[in-house]
C-alpha cells in the first residue's frame, strides 16, 4: 500500500475525533502521487462538506495604505528597496476607504479586510483606520471588517475592537525554520505575538502561509501545525507571485497539481476551520481553481493588494459552476458564453488557433 492510502485514513479519523494529525501522515498527502491526487481531493473535501456544505464566504481586500514598507521581506512587491511596478500611496480618506469597501460589499463580500502597509501601526494610523471600520459598519452593519496593519503593540488590538473590527490578519507566511530566509527585519516569535494579540483582545484570529518561497514540504507541514497551535479560525492560503524588482523575481516553483495537494493538506490538518483561496491563486491553480473550492470554503473576490486577480464576475461564475452558494445564501448565476462561429484557420486566411 502506498503512503498516501494508508495516511489518509489515519487523517480522517482524526478529523473525526478531533485529535491532531500526524505530521507523517501530512507529508504524505503533499508527497502523493499524481493517481492518488483525486483520492486526496476527495477526503479533503469530505471534511469541507461535513462542516461547511455548499457555502463559500466571499471576502475583499482594501488596500488602505500601498508600497514603501520598511521592512525587507522577499516576497513582497511593497518591501524596502521593492523595483516593483505597484501602486505607491499613502492612506486613504475614510470616505474612500468606505467607498472601496462598499464596491466589495455589492459584488456579494459579507467580509471586507482593509489592509495597510508597514511594519505595525502607530496609535494614530489606528485611530485613523478604527474610523474607517466604524465608517465601514455604518454603512454595512451585516458585514465582517478584518484589519490587517502589520505588527501590533500594546492596546492596539482592543482599540480595533472597539471600533467594531471582527478579525485581525497575520499571516506566519512560512515555518519557524524557514523564516530568516525571507525576512530578517523581524522575527517568528514576531508574528505569533501578534496573533495572540488579537486572540486577546477578542478579535478572530487569522493567519496563514505563502507557498513557493523556497520551502520545503517538511515547511509546509509545520505551518499547518503551528496554526492548528495558535487556534486561529481563518487560514489564507496564498501562493507567490513572484513580481520583477524583488528578490524572489522569477521564482516559479509550484504546479497546479501541487498547489491542490497543498490546500487539501491544509484542510486534512484543520478540518473544521475556514480556509481561503488567496492571492496567487489564478497564476497556480488555474484550472484547479473549482476543484480548490471543494476544498477550501473561502475565497478572495476581486483583486489583491498590488496585483490583479480575475474579474469578480468571474469568480462568482467559478463558485456558481461548482454549484456552491455564498455564505449569505444568496444565488449566483452560472456562466453562460454564447457560442463563436469560427473565423480563423481552415477555410480563412486568419491565423488558425493551434
Avoid at 487539501?264 to 475556514?274: I, K, V, W
Wanted: hydrophobic share 35%; aromatic share 4%.
Amino acid at each position: 500500500m502506498s503512503d498516501t492510502s494508508t495516511a489518509l485514513p489515519r487523517l480522517l479519523e482524526a478529523a473525526d475525533t478531533g485529535a491532531a494529525p500526524d505530521a507523517k501522515d501530512l507529508l504524505a498527502v503533499l508527497k502523493s502521487p499524481d493517481p492518488e491526487l483525486m483520492d486526496v481531493v476527495a477526503a479533503a473535501s469530505r471534511l469541507r462538506y461535513r462542516h461547511f456544505g455548499n457555502r463559500v464566504k466571499l471576502n475583499y481586500l482594501v488596500n488602505l495604505k500601498s508600497g514603501l514598507c520598511p521592512e525587507n521581506c522577499t516576497y513582497c512587491s511593497q518591501r524596502l528597496g521593492s523595483e516593483a511596478d505597484v501602486l505607491k500611496y499613502t492612506w486613504l480618506s475614510t470616505d474612500k476607504a468606505a467607498e472601496a469597501a462598499k464596491a466589495g460589499v455589492a459584488g456579494g463580500a459579507s467580509r471586507v479586510c482593509m489592509v495597510a502597509s508597514g511594519r505595525g501601526p502607530t496609535d494614530k494610523d489606528v485611530e485613523r483606520v478604527g474610523e474607517a471600520i466604524e465608517q465601514v459598519k455604518r454603512e454595512n452593519p451585516d458585514v465582517e471588517v478584518c484589519a490587517c496593519l502589520g505588527l501590533l503593540k500594546e492596546g492596539q488590538a482592543r482599540r480595533l475592537a472597539e471600533a467594531g473590527a471582527d478579525a485581525y490578519n497575520h499571516n506566519v507566511n512560512t515555518s519557524q525554520r524557514h523564516y530568516d530566509d525571507i525576512c530578517t527585519t523581524h522575527t517568528y516569535a514576531d508574528r505569533l505575538e501578534t496573533v495572540e494579540k488579537a486572540k486577546g483582545a477578542g478579535l478572530s484570529p487569522c493567519s496563514g502561509l505563502i507557498a513557493g518561497m523556497g520551502e520545503d514540504d517538511e515547511d509546509l507541514v509545520d505551518v499547518a501545525l503551528q496554526l492548528r497551535e495558535s487556534d486561529v479560525d481563518s487560514i489564507p492560503v496564498n501562493f507567490l507571485l513572484p513580481f520583477d524588482g524583488t528578490p524572489l523575481e522569477g521564482t516559479w516553483e509550484l504546479t497546479p497539481r501541487q498547489c491542490l495537494r497543498i490546500v487539501a493538506m491544509m484542510r486534512l490538518a484543520h478540518p473544521a476551520t475556514e480556509i481561503r483561496l488567496a492571492a496567487g491563486r489564478e497564476a497556480h491553480l488555474r484550472g484547479y481553481q473549482a476543484t480548490a473550492l471543494h476544498i477550501a470554503n473561502s475565497i478572495f473576490l476581486g483583486d489583491y493588494l498590488t496585483s490583479e486577480g480575475q474579474a469578480a464576475a468571474a469568480d462568482r461564475e467559478l463558485i456558481a459552476d461548482a454549484g456552491l452558494v455564498p455564505e449569505e445564501g444568496n444565488t449566483l448565476e452560472e456562466g453562460r458564453s454564447k457560442p463563436q462561429p469560427r473565423k480563423r484557420g481552415a477555410g480563412t486566411e486568419a491565423a488558425p488557433n493551434a
